[in-house]
């Protein structure tokens, strides 16, 4: 039997998944012992589920995941206007020594899987997309180079940069967080955000007490939302067209939002407050992420074979390895260290909703807000990390082919 869902009939699907996984992770305490996100626990419910009835030969699903791309925006939107300079200077010496390690950690992953190709006897360029191309890159750098690289002869190179996006986007989900939760706990870090009582003065001086949250307040808010997005994906392709820049479309609408609550800042058009924008945030990232987890096609990963897996596994080691034993320590050892660990392995494998997911995870577990870890890991997740990783994929296409 084949199910066949509409972008509603989805959409609906994963809010119940989305409130099944929160219901789940209250009961289950090893779920909330090990920090595991939310829309995680449904969304890869479902994908697993699917899998065996499809492995079965049960029944399979397709799903319409058109509401998945503007619940991005949604939220990264969001992101934006909660991210004032002086917010964003915040992040300091800590966002240089981050992004670096984003940089370098592109660089690794192709070392990491062209290397370890050559020694299995597999393409050279099967490797580099099991590397940064589909870890870092995620699934959009994935659809794009996978073809390519089977252009120039590297036989099922497409299907190996969706199994490998798919790998990174579970593990990195899945990982990340029970990672930071074990190194606050192993060294007993001190449960403080070192930035957290100057921002909360900053935003009681910058913005009105927050009030009740209502459906006026909310209203607002989306009303400012929803243009922002429309003129975040404009700002996008006229960037594309004029000067042939090209930019994930939520990169464009969170840079639109920041240079509105900045101007906002000043000339105090309206009113933002931030339990409203969080709450927005919050369900957007939930269903978009629940989404993009039960969309997984799982049996990819069986049909790809051992070599594959084991160049995957070791990527992931060698991230974790790098997140534990030279991030963190560079990052100062402390709450917010651990918080940007689980945002590097997040999106280190899967995708920068990965990492914010993961550090929600962390933060809610702890109850302690790490700002400086919401504003450096989008930053430097969604656009600065490609500075290096695309010019580098390009490269490694050409000589290896």
């Known amino acids: 039997m084949h199910i066949s869902l509409d972008a509603v009939a989805t959409t609906?699907?994963?809010?119940?998944?989305?409130?099944?996984?929160?219901?789940?992770?209250?009961?289950?305490n090893w779920l909330e012992h090990f920090c595991v996100p939310t829309p995680v626990i449904g969304g890869f419910g479902f994908a697993l589920l699917a899998w065996l009835l499809r492995d079965m030969g049960i029944v399979?699903?397709?799903?319409?995941?058109?509401?998945?791309?503007?619940?991005?925006?949604?939220?990264?939107t969001t992101v934006g206007l909660g991210g004032s300079l002086a917010l964003l200077k915040k992040g300091g010496k800590a966002l240089g020594v981050y992004l670096v390690a984003c940089w370098l950690l592109a660089l690794m992953q192709n070392g990491?899987?062209?290397?370890?190709?050559?020694?299995?006897?597999l393409d050279p360029l099967i490797g580099l997309m099991a590397g940064a191309t589909s870890l870092e890159g995620g699934f959009g750098a994935a659809a794009a180079f996978g073809p390519e690289a089977e252009a120039l002869g590297a036989q099922g190179a497409a299907t190996a940069a969706i199994v490998s996006a798919t790998f990174g986007m579970i593990v990195g989900g899945v990982i990340g967080a029970p990672i930071a939760r074990w190194i606050i706990d192993r060294r007993q870090l001190p449960l403080v955000s070192e930035d957290?009582?100057?921002?909360?003065?900053?935003?009681?001086?910058?913005?009105?007490?927050?009030?009740?949250?209502?459906?006026r307040v909310l209203l607002n808010v989306l009303a400012v939302v929803v243009p922002v997005m429309v003129l975040g994906v404009w700002f996008k392709g006229l960037l594309s067209s004029q000067l042939g820049i090209?930019?994930?479309?939520?990169?464009?609408?969170?840079?639109?939002a920041i240079l509105l609550r900045n101007l906002n800042d000043r000339f105090q058009w309206i009113s933002l407050p931030d339990n409203a924008l969080s709450s927005v945030g919050d369900v957007a990232l939930g269903i978009f992420l629940t989404m993009a987890m039960m969309n997984l096609k799982i049996w990819q990963l069986q049909e790809m074979g051992g070599p594959l897996l084991l160049i995957l596994l070791v990527q992931t080691l060698a991230i974790v390895m790098l997140a534990i034993?030279?991030?963190?320590?560079?990052?100062?050892?402390?709450?917010?260290?651990?918080?940007?660990?689980?945002?590097?392995?997040?999106?280190?494998?899967?995708?920068?909703?990965n990492a914010v997911a993961n550090m929600s995870a962390v933060c809610d577990h702890y109850r302690v807000i790490s700002h400086k870890a919401f504003i450096i890991v989008p930053l430097c997740g969604a656009v600065l990390i490609d500075i290096v990783a695309i010019p580098a994929i390009t490269w490694c296409l050409n000589a290896f082919a």
């Open 196 to 215: 957290v009582h100057d921002l909360e003065r900053l935003a009681e001086a910058e913005r009105p007490t927050q009030g009740q949250l209502d459906g």
């Open 246 to 256: 090209i930019l994930p479309s939520y990169v464009g609408a969170m840079f639109v």
């Open 112 to 121: 990491v899987g062209i290397g370890m190709a050559s020694l299995l006897g």
């Open 60 to 76: 399979t699903f397709e799903l319409d995941t058109a509401m998945q791309s503007p619940l991005m925006i949604a939220f990264f």
């Open 325 to 353: 034993f030279v991030l963190f320590r560079l990052l100062g050892r402390n709450y917010d260290a651990a918080v940007l660990t689980a945002g590097f392995i997040g999106h280190g494998l899967g995708a920068t909703p």
């Open 12 to 28: 609906a699907l994963a809010l119940l998944l989305l409130a099944t996984g929160a219901g789940l992770k209250r009961r289950l």
